[in-house]
T-cell receptor
Framework: KAGVTQTPRYLIKTRGQQVTLSCSPISGHRSVSWYQQTPGQGLQFLFEYFSETQRNKGNFPGRFSGRQFSNSRSEMNVSTLELGDSALYLC???FGWGVRETQYFGPGTRLLVL | AQTVTQSQPEMSVQEAETVTLSCTYDTSESDYYLFWYKQPPSRQMILVIRQEAYKQQNATENRFSVNFQKAAKSFSLKISDSQLGDAAMYFCAYRSGGIQGAQKLVFGQGTRLTINP
């Protein structure tokens, strides 16, 4: 089975622009979570989707949004980019939505905001 | 809110020896899960081992084992017979057992492990 894939792998944007990142979960997985990883703040939870519904959200401003499609693929969008949004964005998928599920991570999208 | 603390930013060990990575957490919940994830350089994060809080027995996965001390809120990872491929950033993570926080992981800051040949 193919693992979690994320596109693009690398991205350079300038302040004020917006960006869309994509995540394709493992085939059959219906839950997708997003995390931001920075040297200063570490790994922080952004949001989680299951069956096209946002189930949980972290403490990020409204500039960060996401969605999930009927095929379980997910996108996250960051509008009005700031320098501090430079980070590795990780996507993780799991089969279902429940505490016993194991999350499998993708390779990440590295975003640089200039 | 739950917090996870890894007090060792860096650790190093000789190949074939044993190393223990420390993790403490703070929570008022009684039902939760703890994890160790490994993130090799420029590679994706993978699950090393998980522990359910309701289980008294420490989890073991081949060369990896944990020492789970619920009362002390401590969750250390022991790697036996260290191999060069074990070199990575190791993250301790917490997940609430309540359905509300089903997939949300709270991570520690990580410990960078170096294996010396």
């Amino acid at each position: 089975k193919a693992g979690v894939t994320q596109t693009p792998r690398y991205l350079i944007k300038t302040r004020g622009q917006q960006v869309t990142l994509s995540c394709s979960p493992i085939s059959g997985h219906r839950s997708v979570s997003w995390y931001q990883q920075t040297p200063g703040q570490g790994l922080q939870f952004l949001f989680e989707y299951f069956s096209e519904t946002q189930r949980n959200k972290g403490n990020f401003p409204g500039r960060f949004s996401g969605r999930q499609f009927s095929n379980s693929r997910s996108e996250m969008n960051v509008s009005t980019l700031e320098l501090g949004d430079s980070a590795l964005y990780l996507c993780a998928s799991s089969f279902g939505w429940g505490v016993r599920e194991t999350q499998y991570f993708g390779p990440g999208t590295r975003l640089l905001v200039l | 809110a739950q917090t996870v603390t890894q007090s060792q930013p860096e650790m190093s060990v000789q190949e074939a020896e044993t190393v223990t990575l420390s993790c403490t957490y703070d929570t008022s919940e009684s039902d939760y899960y703890l994890f160790w994830y490994k993130q090799p350089p420029s590679r994706q994060m993978i699950l090393v081992i998980r522990q359910e809080a309701y289980k008294q027995q420490n989890a073991t996965e081949n060369r990896f084992s944990v020492n789970f001390q619920k009362a002390a809120k401590s969750f250390s990872l022991k790697i036996s017979d260290s191999q060069l491929g074990d070199a990575a950033m190791y993250f301790c993570a917490y997940r609430s057992g309540g359905i509300q926080g089903a997939q949300k992981l709270v991570f520690g800051q990580g410990t960078r492990l170096t294996i010396n040949p």
